[in-house]
């Protein structure tokens, strides 16, 4: 490939060589000069997408960018050289070129001598007439013709000279790996992996493991942002030491491994390499081949004759002739583990001697002290955005009054704090001593709401938090033979890969509820996303204790101790909610006022308790006769009220006249009696028979009184009233 560029770049330098020089008379030739600018423009839209199509490093991406490169090189060229056509089509010659050079940096050499081969040509031809057509000439003003040839050439070899210590400095990086679907940041990297055979379940009280097997939590997006930057400032450590390395030992490569997240792999982060065929993407298994057995290796390992090992590098993807190498473990100085690897080898027998394993343990303890500094820098961030979090969702669950306030809260942060493809939220159902799922954020798979299970199932990891009341992690879980999530088998593939649970106090420490992360990618989850969900539950006992209680004090307030329906506080507040509703929509609402017949009998002659008896069972009739929308409440002593949403009157006669006969089929028991008792009940319609909340109450009040004047036990209409009493007035 690199030959064919060539060839190709050879074109354009020979067209620039019959055209003769910038300042000179053209051959009388027209359309060399068409032919030439066509020449550029086809190998610069020829090198692009040749170049597109590679794996290159160094290859241009898109097509706007070639574009802005071609043609900023040839405004600033044009101001350079003043409006001479041939000077600027020298350097567009060079600018092509540089297009179709971002396969390899030692094209650039190639270009600047193709340049001065081009100007020695057009000076040869000028001056000798070696061309045909093209006879020798006499130069008249040297200084002129010199600067008109060689301006360009020296422009083109200066531009070629910084783009060659570009690519060169480039290659001191790694080649980037590119992933797969989209960036993936350190912490991610662990769930890419594949799954360890066997899984792992942990309980809250196990031994912690490293954090550095977490994946994304806290505030993701700003802690996966810290944790790009941690690896990017170890890189850049490795990148320095690197280069020393290669400066010092004169190595033919020098090269940087970091251990990866889960501990059991090195990955090439770090390169000086006097080679074309490394491989840049390279990682090695801990304990495999010549540098994976060099991480159990404490004194390293160092050899002047390679050929004597079998087997081939890892990180070349041809044969080189390497003979000698040396390869020293980086270590954390504190934990005593493995952080990377520094590696050097030369093409010279015996290369490296005592004094340079000497010289190789200094630099990796110089990298293994700036190593574990990038590292807790990254930790002590992770710890501050912990803590900013759990302040953040405690203030949060601080300020939820209600149960499904707090539950709502906990849900939202736990789907902002934890990666996961789905929460679960299972509670108890004590008629049934089941568990049941109440709630499903994100993709259900099989499961479905309402769905209950055996908590006791000694096989349930969900029944084992509410058995235990602790909360557990498991790792690999597709995997688990021992273990189901509830109390059935299910098909390997429809199991989640990592589970968290974690159980919900009540202020007596009982389960009330447990909630499940869960995620299809293995090592998402670990003892420090355990930890923080155990904290986070911890605030949730607290805001759930304060709003049971506050559920407790609101329900006194507002509901009727005795009958357990609302109290005349309460009515007066939906009321006054639904007349202003029934106004702005125009709608119909009619209201019930009704009195226990004949009450003080039964008090004075049966007793208060029986009085209270026979209060709780209205209310109850009254609650089993209304509709969902409708409402209910003690009016005061033996007198209810029922406030009917969107009913005119004639839709408030079948609901008054189904209250009335609820009551009325009302058996009593008391001391081997059955007591009966009825209501008397009054009816008026919000802007029909009333035009505000206090005439609605009024004119209910005296249909009542119309039911009982006539005989009780029967429902009375505020539009009959007024028409009797308008007809009992005297005429004049």
């Known amino acids: 490939m690199m030959v064919f560029l060539t060839v190709l770049q050879i074109i354009p330098a020979l067209l620039l060589s019959l055209v003769g020089a910038p300042m ?72 092509a070129a540089l297009i179709g050079t971002q396969s390899h940096p030692v094209h650039s050499v190639y270009i600047i001598l193709l340049t001065i081969a081009g100007a020695v040509s057009i000076v040869t031809n000028h001056l000798y007439g070696f061309l045909p057509g093209t006879p020798p000439s006499t130069v008249q003003n040297i200084p002129e013709y010199v600067f008109s040839i060689f301006f360009p050439v020296v422009s083109v070899t200066l531009f070629q000279v910084v783009l060659l210590g570009f690519k060169r400095g480039k290659m001191v990086l790694p080649k980037p790996v590119p992933p797969p679907e989209a960036p993936v940041s350190p912490l991610q990297a662990a769930a890419d992996r594949p799954t360890p055979q066997g899984s792992v379940i942990m309980s809250g009280e196990d031994k912690l493991v490293e954090t550095s097997q977490a994946t994304q939590f806290f505030n993701r997006v700003y802690l996966e942002n810290q944790g790009d930057q941690a690896l990017k400032d170890m890189k850049d450590i490795l990148n320095t030491v690197v280069y020393f390395m290669s400066r010092n030992f004169k190595a033919y490569t020098s090269l940087g491994f970091l251990v990866s997240e889960l501990g059991d792999k090195l990955t090439l982060n770090a390169v000086v390499t006097k080679s074309r065929n490394l491989n840049y993407d390279c990682v090695i298994e801990f304990g495999k081949g010549t540098i994976g057995s060099a991480v159990n290796k404490p004194a390293g390992f160092i050899t002047g004759n390679l050929r004597s090992y079998t087997g081939e590098l890892e990180y070349y993807t041809e044969q080189e002739n390497i003979n000698s190498m040396m390869i020293m473990r980086v270590m954390d100085n504190q934990s005593k583990r493995i952080q990377g690897l520094l590696l050097v080898d030369s093409e010279n027998m015996r290369a490296f001697t005592d004094e340079h394993k000497e010289l190789m343990y200094r630099f990796t303890q110089i990298a293994s002290a700036m190593i574990t500094s990038a590292k807790l820098t990254y930790q002590m961030n992770k710890v501050a955005i912990q803590a900013d979090l759990q302040y953040e969702i405690a203030k949060k ?60 199932d000694n096989r349930s990891l969900y029944g084992s938090v509410f058995r235990n009341r602790k909360s557990v992690v498991s790792q690999g879980f597709r995997l688990e033979t021992r273990f189901v999530r509830f109390d059935r088998d299910e098909p390997e593939e429809a199991k989640p890969q990592d589970i968290l649970i974690a159980p919900i106090h009540d202020d007596r420490q009982s389960v009330w509820a447990v909630v499940g992360l869960e995620s299809n990618r293995a090592g998402v989850y670990s003892q420090t996303e355990l930890q923080l969900l155990k904290t986070i539950m911890a605030n949730v006992t607290t805001a759930l204790t304060k709003a049971r209680m506050y559920t407790e004090m609101e329900k006194l307030a507002t509901i009727d101790g005795l009958t357990q329906i609302a109290n005349h506080r309460k009515f007066q507040d939906i009321m006054t909610m639904e007349l202003e509703r029934s106004q702005r929509y125009n709608t119909p609402l009619t209201l019930l006022l009704m009195d226990i017949d004949h009450f003080k009998k039964f008090n004075d002659t049966y007793g208060h308790p029986v009085g209270d008896l026979v209060l709780q069972m209205v209310a109850k009739a009254l609650q089993g006769s209304i509709r969902n929308t409708d409402y209910c409440a003690r009016y005061g002593g033996e007198e209810f009220v029922v406030v009917l949403i969107q ?58 009184y119309s039911s009982k004047q006539n005989g009780r036990n029967q429902v009375s209409y505020f539009s009959q009233v007024k028409l009797i009493q308008a007809s009992a007035v005297p005429s004049h």
């Open 24 to 95: 000179l008379p053209v051959p009388a030739v027209p359309h060399y000069e068409a032919a030439l600018t066509g020449t550029l423009v086809a190998e610069a839209i020829f090198f692009l997408f040749l170049t597109r199509s590679t794996d290159s490093q160094y290859r241009i991406a898109t097509f706007s960018q070639a574009v802005w490169l071609f043609a900023f090189a040839w405004v600033a060229m044009h101001l350079l050289g003043g409006v001479q056509y041939k000077l600027n089509l020298t350097i567009a010659l060079a600018t």
């Open 647 to 704: 009913a005119d009157e004639a839709q408030s006669r079948i609901l008054a006249e189904r209250i009335r006969k609820a009551v009325e089929s009302l058996q009593i028991e008391n001391d081997g009696r059955v007591l009966r008792v009825t209501v008397s009940i009054g009816s008026a319609t919000y802007q029909v028979d009333a035009a505000n909340k206090q005439e609605l109450i009024d004119n209910a009040d005296k249909a009542m």
């Open 397 to 456: 669950l601080s300020e939820s009054l209600k149960v499904e306030e707090v539950i709502d809260v906990l849900t939202q942060s736990l789907m902002r704090t934890f990666e996961h493809d789905r929460l679960i939220i299972v509670a108890y159902n004590s008629a049934t001593a089941k568990g049941a799922v109440w709630r499903i954020i994100g993709d259900p798979g099989a499961l479905t709401e309402g769905m209950e299970f055996d908590i006791h």
